[in-house]
Every structure is written in structure tokens, then in C-alpha cells.
């Protein structure tokens, strides 16, 4: 790929989307960042603020968009991504599914520009099988809880690959399995802030369920690092990036006891509805197509998340 693109990362001051522009941005390309702030925040892109190749657009994606520069990519992250976050806005969470990725397809049309779409694991539901592949169609409750976040993304890629088949868009869509690492905010109710959090104050770790359930866990720059690749390939079909090691929730309370150095007991509560019992990508594709998969160990991310947390709890 060539330098000097410009670049639309929508929810750019998201955890993924400010890494990203980061990243963006070391590689010499003009990054556009578009935020409504909902769930993400300025404090993420405060070091790229004053950089010449850095725009920050405060705007809500599910109305039209304008970009007064010729653009190149369209990165499309904008949308709530926690349970806690699309929980609390579940109508914004199904418009940026539906509105915010049609209009951010518009403009990559209009623009002539490449689509990248941050799909979700969750596209699978509650799978019953494992691992995931990306021919596996998934096994979701389109009417509980988590449907609007779940069904969001089914549409949005279903959406991405309308624009390719009928209006020729060149698109990548990125299925993305649970990535944790610094900028994840402390109430952002998945596992890794959660966990890391409540043992550093030494309080018990809150495990939902029996805690005999499996989740899977990348480092934000083994992420970023797939994303980029995604980008360099012609490869129009979607494709899991996440990291292959599973481990049950219990096992993951020890090992964040281990690592921040204390022993928090641990309390039960109910597990929520729809809570997938699993989750574990097969990175195949991604091995074979990109010939990516993660390097950082889960001991070493999570030694460099918890620092960051460490000044903030």
C-alpha cells in the first residue's frame, strides 16, 4: 500500500479506533477521525490532536456525512461495543449498525474509496460450535438483550456486501473477537477492565454464571497489526482476527490475580441472558490469507494493561 492516504476511521476516539489512528498515522497517512464522544472519548486522541495529519470531526454517523478532502480508505468502528454500553443505548447502538454503516458505505462510493467494516464475534450469538469459522451463520436471539448489538452487525455486514455486489465497493470486513490492552475504559463491563479493576482496589472479582464459560483474548496491537494486513489484501469475504488460546473465566481469575499480585476472592452472580457459553476463533484465513496471527502472549498484555490501569483506579 502506498503512504499518504487519507483515511475515515469512524469511532476513531473509540478503545480499537484511537489505536488505530495511532498506528495510522506512524505509517504517514492523513487520518480523519469521526466521534460523537458517546462511548468514546477526546482523552484517547489527545496526543494526535495537534498533529498536521490528524482531523478530529465531532459528528454522529447516522446522519450524512462530508469529508472536504478526496479519500482513499473508509474505516467503519463506530458503534458501542460493550454490554454495558449497548445495554444503555440500545437504539443508538442498532442505528449505527444500520444508518452509520450505510452512510458510511455512501461515502466510500462516493469518494471512490476502499470499505473496511469492524465486525464482531458476536455475529456468531451464543455459538454451538467451536471454534468459529467465518462459514459457521451463527446461533442468535434476535429479540433478547443482545440482539440489538448482535443483529447490528449481522446487517451491517450483510449491508457492506450488498454495496460490493451491486455498486462494486472494494470492502474487507473484520470479524473481531475479544481484544482487551491500555485505553479500555474501567467501566466498559467486559471481563479484562473488570477483572484488573477489582483486583487492584483488592476487592472479589465478580464472575458471571459458573465461570466455566471460555473466552478468548488478543492484544490491542496484534489487532491493529491483523487490521493492517486485512488492508494490504484483496480479500472481499469476512475474516476472524482474534487469539486462538481459550480459557475459562475462572482460569483468567487466577492468572489476573497473578499478575497484579494479590489473591481477591472470588464472587458468583447470575449470568446474563444470552452470555455466549464460548468463544474461540479459527484463524485459518487469517493465517493462510494474511499470514498474521498474534505474538503477544496473554501474560505479557495483560502486565502492560494492568500498568495502565494501575494509575487510574
Known sequence: MTSKLNIVVTGGCGFI????CEFLIEKKNRVICIDNLITGTLENV????????????????????????????VLHFASPASPVDYLKYPIQTLKV???????????????KAKFLLASTSEIYGDPLVNPQREDYWGNVNPIGPRG??????????AITMAYHRYHGVEIRIVRIFNTYGERMRMDDG???????????RGEPLTVY???????????????????????????QEPINLG?????????????????VGNESEIVFKSLPEDDPKVRRPD?????????????????EGLRKTIEYFRGRV
Not at 490532536?49 to 450524512?64: R, T
Open 17 to 20: 479506533g484511537s489505536h488505530l
Open 46 to 73: 489527545k496526543s494526535m490532536m495537534e498533529h498536521p495529519q490528524f482531523k478530529f470531526i465531532e459528528q454522529d454517523v447516522s446522519k450524512y456525512i462530508t469529508v472536504d478532502l478526496d479519500v482513499d480508505w
Open 97 to 111: 449498525g444500520a444508518l452509520g454503516t450505510h452512510n458510511a458505505l455512501g461515502l466510500a462510493l462516493a469518494k
Open 148 to 157: 440489538v448489538y448482535d443483529e447490528a452487525k449481522r446487517f451491517a455486514e
Open 190 to 200: 467486559r471481563v479484562v477492565p473488570n477483572f484488573i479493576c477489582e483486583a487492584l
Open 209 to 235: 454464571g459458573d465461570g466455566k464459560q471460555t473466552r478468548s483474548f488478543c492484544y490491542i496491537s496484534d489487532m491493529i497489526r491483523g487490521i493492517w494486513r486485512i488492508m494490504q489484501e484483496d480479500y
Open 243 to 259: 487469539n486462538p488460546e481459550e480459557m475459562t473465566i475462572i482460569q483468567f481469575t487466577r492468572l489476573v490475580n497473578e499478575v
Open 283 to 299: 484463524i485459518t484465513k487469517a493465517k493462510d490469507i494474511l499470514s498474521w496471527q498474534p505474538e503477544v502472549s496473554l501474560k
